[in-house]
């Protein structure tokens, strides 16, 4: 029986493509199927998506961690979005043959292997939370390596302390590492002209209207950074389980709120991978009276 799982680490990298193309091909030749590399010089950030049987995705972590341990320096380390770690997420998803229990408890084996092997602090997440405030840990996260490190070394505060840890709260230079099982996931960014000098203050308003946090829209994340490479400004959303959120009905209320900001879309985009019963949710929401699903494309996802 095949069991297939989905890992998406992301690598507090995206401006040397060198290292980046190294990470691609480490992920190669560990002989799991790579299917999408997503890097932003602006975020500073890279995301690579793959999928494989249990061990091989295991190894791949192993094999990308001991690439970039002795490339990658938080402290030297400039970009707008919040990290606290140089390999710093680190989730599965199952994929086909293994439930999200099973899994749970493998991801929970990895940790410790995790941080045996590289001594870098480990925070569970998702199905692996250790407390229900850590199942998405984005308080902790959202810190950023800078105030979780003074935090960490200057306070007695047992609710920010990692899960796995020995002598040190904090690796000095690779930070420290979330892992976890978690739900499928649509990382979705909206790009904006800069056409209004209080852009910032608005789409700060929009993020504050949809983020569930905010008694807005449930299952959605939402932060507003500054792309200086670009000239524009990002809506950044998270959407949680995707598998059962309405995409469709998220987007079309961002837009309604940008009309009524008159804030002026410049392009949109995908981080990762989208999945296939998303896609065939949106058709459905335009298309009239209709089923359609993916087995009627000539192409689909491997696993869609």
């Not at 049987?53 to 938080?74: C, G």
């Not at 990762?272 to 949106?282: D, R, W, Y």
């Not at 009239?288 to 192409?299: D, P, Y």
Request: charged share 25%; no cysteine; aromatic share 12%.
């Amino acid at each position: 029986m095949d069991i297939i799982i989905e890992s998406v680490p992301n690598i507090s990298e995206g401006r040397n493509l060198d290292l980046i193309n190294s990470i691609v091909k480490t992920i190669k030749s560990s002989k799991v199927n790579l299917l999408d590399v997503h890097y932003d010089w602006d975020h500073n950030r890279s995301v690579f998506s793959f999928i494989g049987n249990v061990n091989k995705v295991f190894n791949t972590i192993f094999n990308i961690t001991e690439l970039i341990y002795d490339k990658i320096d938080l402290n030297k380390h400039v970009g707008v979005h919040p990290r606290s770690g140089a390999i710093d997420v680190i989730p599965f998803i199952p994929i086909k043959n293994i439930s999200y229990k099973e899994l749970t408890n493998l991801v929970n084996e990895f940790g410790y292997k995790f941080f045996e092997k590289f001594n870098i602090p480990v925070y569970f997440y998702g199905f692996n939370a250790s407390k229900e405030n850590r199942y998405k840990m984005n308080k902790i996260r959202n810190l950023g390596f800078e105030k979780l490190k003074e935090m960490l070394l200057t306070k007695n505060n047992l609710d920010i302390y990692p899960d796995i840890y020995k002598d040190k709260l904090i690796h000095e230079r690779l930070g420290v590492s979330f892992i976890g099982v978690r739900k499928p996931l649509l990382a979705f960014n909206v790009n904006y002209k800069i056409n209004d000098q209080n852009i910032k203050e608005k789409l700060n308003e929009l993020a504050k209207k949809i983020r569930e946090s905010n008694n807005g829209i449930k299952n959605v994340q939402a932060k507003v950074f500054y792309l200086q490479s670009q000239n524009l400004y990002q809506l950044s959303l998270n959407i949680l389980d995707i598998l059962n959120t309405d995409f469709y009905f998220i987007f079309e209320t961002i837009k309604q709120y940008s009309k009524e900001l008159n804030l002026e879309i410049e392009n949109t985009e995908i981080v990762g991978l989208i999945p296939a019963k998303t896609v065939e949710n949106i058709l459905n929401n335009y298309l009239i009276k209709s089923n359609f699903k993916f087995k009627k494309t000539l192409f689909q996802f491997p696993y869609g």
